[in-house]
């Protein structure tokens, strides 16, 4: 999705959940700015904007965060802005998981096609030739698909950087570099993110 298409469907209200990868609460600094915007656009134009982190991405940021800042790890304060932000962490739930079910066998029908899927996915991310390789080892999963479902399910725009094959069949998703373009755009401000030292607020 384009910032136009975007900024069209946020100025029409028809849409009304935006959901994060991993990825792009990379820059918790970003990631905040973003929903300071959300919370001034819900204001202004009385847009019905909402915020989720899949339960899946909140524990990857979660560790991210415990290797980053060791001992100056405080999950209670980290829980605390993200609730100031109004940012929801959503559960996987039987609803998810039955989207995610379907999005796989809407693209892999056999379990062949889905043990290709997941070797050669393994095999792009290592940088490995394929020829060298055998078909006959197993492969996991990635969490992705997992998070796909959530997007599927909730009906939200889905924020991510990843070109992965886990999102390629979801529609509705942008660039995090998007979403703020569009958010400023419909705002009439300046580009929202820049860099800071680092810590919750500002990393």
């Known amino acids: 999705m384009n910032k136009e298409e975007l900024v069209t469907l946020l100025r029409n209200q028809e849409l009304r959940k935006i959901v994060f990868d991993t990825n792009a609460l990379f820059s918790l600094k970003r990631f905040f700015d973003v929903c300071d915007r959300v ?87 290592l940088g490995i030739p394929i020829n060298n390789t055998s078909k006959n080892k197993s492969c996991s999963a990635t969490i992705d698909w997992l998070i796909a479902g959530y997007a599927v399910a909730e009906k939200c725009l889905l924020i991510t950087d990843d070109k992965g094959i886990e999102f390629k069949e979801i529609s509705c998703k942008t660039y995090l570099e998007i979403l703020e373009q569009g958010l400023c755009e419909l705002l009439n401000a300046t580009p929202c993110h820049s860099c800071g030292k680092e810590n919750y607020q500002n990393d």
């Open 39 to 125: 919370d001034e656009l819900n204001k202004q134009f009385q847009f019905k904007l909402e915020i989720f982190i899949p339960a899946l991405v909140y524990f990857e940021k979660l560790y991210d965060l415990r290797q980053k800042l060791g001992d100056k790890y405080d999950k209670q304060q980290f829980v605390e802005i993200l609730e100031e932000k109004q940012v929801q962490i959503i559960s996987f739930e039987p609803n998810h998981a039955e989207a995610v079910a379907t999005l796989l066998y809407s693209q892999f029908s056999t379990k062949e096609a889905w043990q290709t899927a997941k070797i050669e996915r393994c095999i792009k991310c």
